[in-house]
T-cell receptor
Framework: SQQGEEDPQALSIQEGENATMNCSYK?????LQWYRQNSGRGLVHLIL?????REKHSGRLRVTLDTSKKSSSLLITASRAADTASYFC?????????????FGKGTHLIIQP | ETGVTQTPRHLVMGMTNKKSLKCEQH?????MYWYKQSAKKPLELMFV???????ENNSVPSRFSPECPNSSHLFLHLHTLQPEDSALYLC????????????FGSGTRLTVV
């Protein structure tokens, strides 16, 4: 099964800086999604980008998708301490959406105050 | 609260016990999912239900038995588990038929002793 791989595994930056996380996947997708998870809690959906889209914005979030390279990036601008969490990319296969999402291992982001 | 409620939040059980995890959503979603999250591993998709019908079973051992009596409720019945089954079990729901994100519950932290 396809799987997203996030890079880096861990990232520590100062508050106010921008944070960039990358995701690579292996097979054709219908869409790619990013989620956030605070320690030991459920995942929260952040943003979805369709396979025919190249860039999407939502507040301080910017997502890009390059289907030729099978990769995506998540940019969080002007980071805040509350952004400290794990971030996961997830792909939905091109098989009509009957499959569940496939997740990567995640990037653990720490925002230093 | 996300709209997806999981109970119990924490569960400790012996290897010979039988227990059940419960998931409930009143978001009008018609697909529900069970995921397993273990330390240092990607989220593993266990089961997918669409309109109460199981559509995916990712080679999950038979000691895990799902049940979906209606589109709002999902159960995971557990029996004769192993210590390696200790993990965070997450339930999610979504709409079907388009590009939609998942709504996750807060999870059940399961410890098998």
């Amino acid at each position: 099964s396809q799987q997203g791989e996030e890079d880096p595994q861990a990232l520590s930056i100062q508050e106010g800086e921008n944070a960039t996380m990358n995701c690579s996947y292996k097979t054709s997708i219908n869409n790619l999604q990013w989620y956030r998870q605070n320690s030991g809690r459920g995942l929260v959906h952040l943003i979805l980008i369709r396979s025919n889209e190249r860039e999407k914005h939502s507040g301080r979030l910017r997502v890009t998708l390059d289907t030729s390279k099978k990769s995506s990036s998540l940019l969080i601008t002007a980071s805040r301490a509350a952004d400290t969490a794990s971030y996961f990319c997830a792909t939905q296969g091109a098989g009509g959406g009957a499959d569940g999402l496939t997740f990567g291992k995640g990037t653990h982001l720490i925002i230093q105050p | 609260e996300t709209g997806v409620t999981q109970t119990p939040r924490h569960l400790v059980m012996g290897m010979t016990n039988k227990k059940s995890l419960k998931c409930e959503q009143h978001l009008g979603h018609n697909a529900m999912y069970w995921y397993k999250q273990s330390a240092k591993k990607p989220l593993e998709l266990m089961f997918v239900y669409n309109f109460k019908e199981q559509t995916e079973n990712n080679s999950v051992p038979s000691r895990f038995s799902p049940e979906c009596p209606n589109s709002s409720h999902l159960f995971l019945h557990l029996h004769t588990l192993q210590p390696e089954d200790s993990a965070l079990y997450l339930c999610a729901s979504s709409r079907r038929g388009g590009d939609y994100g998942y709504t996750f519950g807060s999870g059940t932290r399961l410890t098998v002793v």
